[in-house]
RNA sequence: GCGGGCGUAGCUCAGUGGUAGAGCACUUCCUUGCCAAGGAAGAUGUCGUGGGUUCAAAUCCCAUCGCCCGCUCCA
């Protein structure tokens, strides 16, 4: 058996194709024509799904002693947002080339000076024009003649034509200085400013004005944040610990795209893992261990400062993927520390090979006191934890290792420049870290669920070309699903289906898997084609009803039925009696 | 939002102004038999949606929605 060949584009639509014939994922409201970036999950789907986020959920929670979970709204306090910085991050104000249709935020524009060009318009002798006026900025010391090359260049790809371009009425309308009216790069003439929320609004209350206005989240961690003070009190939890959640989150994408990758609404399964200031940990464990390459990341250590933390998440989540198949198709991406975010120490990008391109299951971020601080701020109440052990260590320190502890971090803040903080912000920090409390800092695992469903498909899908019956070969279609995430574990076939003694039988089997397993019956068609049906939705295993099993051909065989395995095909003969149990392990 | 391509049965697609099609899938029945191909019968469409041109539109025109590709955006 070997894999037939398909080039990324046929695979994907292949996928696609075989999600909706089989009830995996419908697009949203299709029936009205769809609705551009939401997907709804058919039965096998939301089986899947459901197997997912249940895995994620017991791992998280079960599974771990440390991490507890919430289930939050979806609409919150507006404030919330104005302190996690999405009411000003997720409403840029954008202003496209006219030249390019290249966007750029209003607020980054760069001042540029040099002459206005405008042209009436452009065409080919080929037959292609273009209506409107061009206008476009000729740089200090830029020859004419590269810039009319420039524009024809960018004109040919933005309109897809071929063929020399003739520009029209070429005129000098003047010259500017510092203007931020022309894109920097194509020195295209800026269009109008238009807002670019990509927040969702929605208005709470009857009278729906400006200041009932709210916001679906679009991510579903501040609400961790925001309830994080309730938790740690009801919880009897301390640091380290970590706060899970699985929920719904929206945004308005620019442009939803592949498939279910970029949706406008989507689910997410994030962590926030909660964890003592690295000088917190000195003070304690008198050191904190750097992370280094091949370092023991089995189990948490008392001298683990963020960096170990961070590396060790990373681990515990590909051990997840490991356990449901993905381990080998993962790629990781360590963000370069310029490219961070401001709030952000590291993050790495857990990554897996879609069709269409290489993209982002999971991010997982270390994001130091950013956000607790940020709604302490925003709220007035105090996000900080209280430490004995912090206290105790404290307490046994001179005076002069306090200030060397001390000295060592305005070093640190006086490298970050204007964002770091001021001598007096430093010693009061200290102060109340010697007496014992902090805002905790965190690690942020932060996975979607309609991704993982999406590489959990691409990952599983395959054609295989295997020889039928009489040796011709012939493709196979199957999704390989690891057994613990199949939507449905078990299909029951009687081989006959107008033998009421097998159908009865079979039945009664069925009936008793179905106690505790995802199962089905099938008892249409020839017994070969419901092996191949069942192999293509991702069941993992057969059983098949014959009249052996009846007794036909002896007690021995009495009760006894075929087991049939997705991937190798292999049969084996197996009594009822043991079929559950086998069954159950092999799901666990 | 821009440019290009596409939208016909559940799926894949043919159909360039004159009666809506094929293959597969599906439903029912027959078959003592294990890897999609036996026999018989059957159901299936506002041709994405709205408007226009025409005696006549799946076909031509306009708008709109959705999908794919590129640009753009992406805490």
Redesign the pocket.
């Known amino acids: 058996m070997s894999n037939v060949p398909l080039t990324a584009?046929e695979r994907?639509?292949k996928i696609?194709?075989l999600c909706?014939?089989k009830g995996f994922i419908f697009?949203s409201s299709e029936?009205?024509?769809?609705?551009?970036?939401?997907w709804d999950y058919g039965p096998l789907g939301a089986e899947l799904k459901r197997n997912l986020r249940e895995r994620w959920w017991l791992a998280m929670t079960r599974d771990r002693e440390d991490v507890v979970g919430l289930d939050a709204t979806i609409v919150m306090h507006p404030g919330i947002w104005k302190a996690s910085?999405?009411v000003d991050?997720?409403a840029?104000s954008?202003r496209?080339s006219t030249l390019?249709?290249?966007?750029?935020?209003t607020d980054h524009v760069e001042p540029q000076s040099g002459n206005v060009l405008e042209y009436s318009g452009a065409r080919t002798a080929t037959g292609w024009s273009l209506g409107k006026p061009i206008r476009v900025l000729l740089r200090k010391g830029e020859h004419i003649e590269s810039l009319r090359k420039r524009v024809k260049t960018l004109l040919a790809s933005?309109?897809?034509v071929s063929g020399e371009i003739e520009l029209l009425d070429e005129q000098n309308v003047g010259a500017v200085e510092n203007s931020v009216d022309f894109h920097a790069e194509d020195g295209g003439a800026l269009g109008e400013a238009r807002p670019?929320n990509?927040?969702m609004r929605t208005w709470v209350g009857p009278t729906a004005t400006d200041a009932d206005i709210a916001y679906l989240r679009?991510?579903t961690a501040q609400a961790i944040f925001a309830q994080f003070k309730n938790v740690l009190d009801s919880s009897r939890v301390k640091v380290p610990f970590g706060i899970c959640q699985i929920g719904k989150?929206f945004?308005n994408?620019?442009?939803?795209?592949?498939?279910t990758f970029?949706s406008r609404e989507f689910e997410q399964m994030e962590l926030e893992f909660f964890i003592r200031p690295d000088e917190a940990i000195e003070i304690i464990a008198g050191k904190v261990t750097p992370w280094t390459e091949g370092a023991d990341l089995s189990t948490p250590q008392p001298d683990w400062g963020w960096q170990m933390w961070h590396r060790y998440w990373v681990a515990e989540r590909t051990r997840f993927y490991q356990n449901i198949g993905l381990g080998d198709a993962l790629e990781y991406y360590f963000q370069p520390a310029e490219d961070l975010?401001h709030?952000?120490r590291a993050?790495v990008d857990i990554l897996f090979q879609f069709p269409?391109?290489t993209d982002e299951l999971e991010?997982i971020?270390a994001r130091g006191a950013f956000d607790l601080t940020q709604h302490q701020i925003h709220s007035g109440k105090p996000q900080e934890v209280f430490d004995d052990e912090l206290k105790a260590a404290a307490a046994k320190l001179s005076p002069e290792q306090k200030e060397a502890l001390l000295q060592k971090r305005l070093t640190e803040e006086k490298a970050k420049g204007d964002c770091g903080l001021d001598e007096a912000a430093v010693r009061a920090w200290f102060e109340r870290l010697f007496a014992g409390f902090y805002v905790p800092h965190v690690i942020e695992p932060s996975a979607g669920l309609d991704r993982l469903v999406l590489a959990i498909l691409c990952h599983a899908y395959a054609e295989e070309s295997?020889p039928?019956?009489?040796g011709?070969p012939?493709?196979?279609?199957v999704l390989r699903f690891h057994p613990r995430i199949a939507p449905v574990k078990v299909a029951v076939l009687p081989?006959?289906?107008?033998?009421p003694e097998l159908v009865a039988k079979a039945r009664a089997v069925y009936d008793e898997l179905r106690q505790d397993l995802a199962a089905t019956f099938d008892d249409?068609?020839?017994?070969?084609?419901r092996?191949?049906?069942q192999?293509?939705v991702g069941t993992p295993f057969?059983v098949?009803?014959?009249?052996?099993t009846l007794g036909?051909?002896g007690p021995e065989l009495q009760d006894t039925?075929?087991l049939?395995?997705r991937d190798s095909?292999?049969?084996e003969r197996i009594k009822i009696s043991e079929l559950a149990a086998r069954l159950r392990a092999a799901v666990r």
């Open positions: 584009a994907m639509e696609v194709s909706k014939r697009q029936i009205y024509g769809g609705f551009n970036g939401f910085g999405h991050t997720f840029d954008m496209e390019s249709n290249k966007r750029v935020r933005v309109h897809s670019f990509l927040m679009p991510e989150a945004r994408e620019v442009t939803p795209r592949n498939y970029r975010a709030y952000a993050c269409f391109k991010g971020a295997v039928d019956a009489k011709n012939e493709v196979r279609n081989l006959l289906r107008n033998k249409g068609g020839a017994i070969g084609r092996y191949r049906r192999d293509e057969c098949t009803i014959d009249f052996e036909e051909k039925v075929t049939r395995h095909m292999q049969q």
